[in-house]
C-alpha cells in the first residue's frame, strides 16, 4: 500500500486545517487506518485511527474535540479534520494503515505496516 499525506500548511492559532491520506495498491488489505505526529525533538504520537470497515474511530486524550479522522473507503482516502489549532499542534503528521490481525485501535505505531511521508503542519501563536 502506498500513502501520500497532503494538506499541511502554516496557520494561525485558532485555525482549522483538514490533512488528506490517499492510499493505493492493495488497499483491500486494509483494516485500519491512522493518523501520528512527530514535534521537533519529541517522539511519534498517535493522534487518532479509524475502522477501514465499520469506521468506529479513536483518538488520543490531547486531541479529543479538536480533530476528527474520517475515510472514504470509495476514494481510498482517509482525513483528519483538526480545528482550533494552537501551537502545540506544530509537528509533521503521518498517515499510516494496518492490516487484519493487527491491533490498529491501540494507537501503538508498531501496530501500523504502511506509512505515508508526512505532511507537516506549522501553528503560529
Known amino acids: 500500500v502506498q500513502l501520500q499525506a497532503s494538506g499541511g500548511g502554516l496557520v494561525q492559532a485558532g485555525g482549522s486545517l483538514k490533512l488528506s491520506c490517499a492510499a493505493s495498491g492493495g488497499t483491500f488489505n486494509i483494516d485500519g487506518a491512522g493518523w501520528f505526529r512527530q514535534a521537533p525533538g519529541r517522539h511519534r504520537e498517535f493522534v487518532a485511527a479509524i475502522g477501514w470497515t465499520g469506521g468506529s474511530t479513536f483518538y488520543a486524550d490531547s486531541v479529543t474535540g479538536r480533530f476528527t479522522i474520517s475515510r472514504d473507503k470509495a476514494k481510498n482516502t482517509v482525513d483528519l479534520e483538526i480545528r482550533s489549532l494552537i501551537p502545540e499542534d506544530t509537528a509533521i503528521y503521518y498517515c499510516?494503515?494496518?492490516?487484519?490481525?493487527?491491533?490498529?485501535?491501540?494507537?501503538?505505531?508498531?501496530?501500523?505496516?504502511?506509512w505515508g511521508q508526512g505532511t507537516l503542519v506549522t501553528v503560529s501563536s
Open positions: 499510516a494503515t494496518a492490516i487484519p490481525s493487527r491491533r490498529w485501535y491501540l494507537g501503538v505505531s508498531s501496530e501500523y505496516l504502511y
